[in-house]
């Protein structure tokens, strides 16, 4: 954390974690420091999330290991703690990222309708990857529009809020198949559905084409990325995430949620087969028995 702001050792010296860190993460520091001098157990290959702030402002997300020793004098007595971080959040990312794709892949083979199916998606996605709330977005093909049909969010009523500003909100969707538009404009949903790829939006509060920007920054959200939903070359409607910090984009998580986008439009065009079948083998047992 430090060295991404340029502090080096000589800056350090003579400092308390207090000079450098937000006051809740400085004030953990000093209790761990307290607890090793006081009772002499160190910690070893704790895992800690840092949100890294600037100025006040919301900032990106980092995962440490932390491993902290006492540091004892020639009598023995402990005078002090000696400690060591590395940067694990790639690996702690990835790994969240495998129980989310396995968790969707279960829900999907599980879940015996659309109404079921997709709420449940959006929960484990956002709990996978501590995400504050998700959508999806259906293609009205009629009216060309993408509707708000399903949410999943954290308690939080501002959340609730930006959640019940999305279902009452629309966005326009011309049709397409096999070949999307191409063209980037709009906020999240719009691009995604004329792109016909996945979009990421580091802080959508700086975002000038998104319409429901005033509603996410009451809320305190600012990372948000989408992605379509396929049936091969049909495009179903849009997925739609929303995260506290603000996060770069990540490509390898672009490039699962397009597979899980298919996974879902494989599974709702299965879904519908099935719901037709049954129609049509009750229209004909009707006019059987009749």
Not at 92 to 111: G, S
Not at 272 to 277: G, H, K, M, V
Request: charged share 25%.
């Amino acid at each position: 954390w430090l060295e991404r702001r340029g502090i080096d050792g000589e800056d350090v010296s003579g400092k308390t974690v207090f000079d450098f860190f937000p006051e809740d993460l400085a004030d953990a520091m000093a209790a761990e420091d307290a607890a090793i001098v006081k009772t002499g157990t160190p910690i070893l290959g704790r895992e800690r999330k840092l949100v890294l702030k600037a100025d006040g402002e919301p900032g990106s997300t980092q995962w440490i290991s932390l491993t902290k020793m006492p540091m004892r004098d020639s009598s023995g007595q402990v005078i002090g703690t000696v400690g060591i971080s590395r940067d694990i959040t790639g690996q702690v990312t990835a790994a969240r990222r495998r129980e989310m794709e396995h968790a969707v892949t279960r829900v999907l083979a599980e879940a015996m309708s659309f109404d079921s199916a997709i709420p449940r998606i959006l929960q484990v996605v956002c709990e996978g990857l501590q995400l504050t709330c998700g959508a999806y977005w259906q293609w009205d093909g009629p009216a060309e529009l993408l509707r708000c049909v399903q949410t999943w969010h954290v308690e939080s009523p501002g959340v609730a809020d930006f959640v019940a500003a999305s279902r009452d909100s629309v966005n326009e969707a011309p049709p397409w198949k096999g070949r999307a538009p191409g063209t980037r404009t709009g906020g999240v949903v719009r691009n995604v559905w004329l792109s016909g790829a996945p979009m990421w939006i580091p802080d959508v509060s700086r975002w000038p084409d998104f319409r429901r920007g005033p509603a996410a920054a009451r809320a305190g959200l600012h990372c948000a990325f989408g992605f379509p939903v396929l049936a091969g070359e049909q495009p179903l409607g849009v997925m739609e995430f929303f995260s506290r910090d603000i996060q770069e984009p990540d490509e390898v998580l672009l490039q699962a949620v397009r597979a899980i986008g298919s996974q879902i439009g494989q599974f709702i065009q299965r879904v519908e087969a099935e719901q037709a079948l049954r129609t049509s083998e009750e229209r004909y047992r009707d006019v059987f028995e009749a």
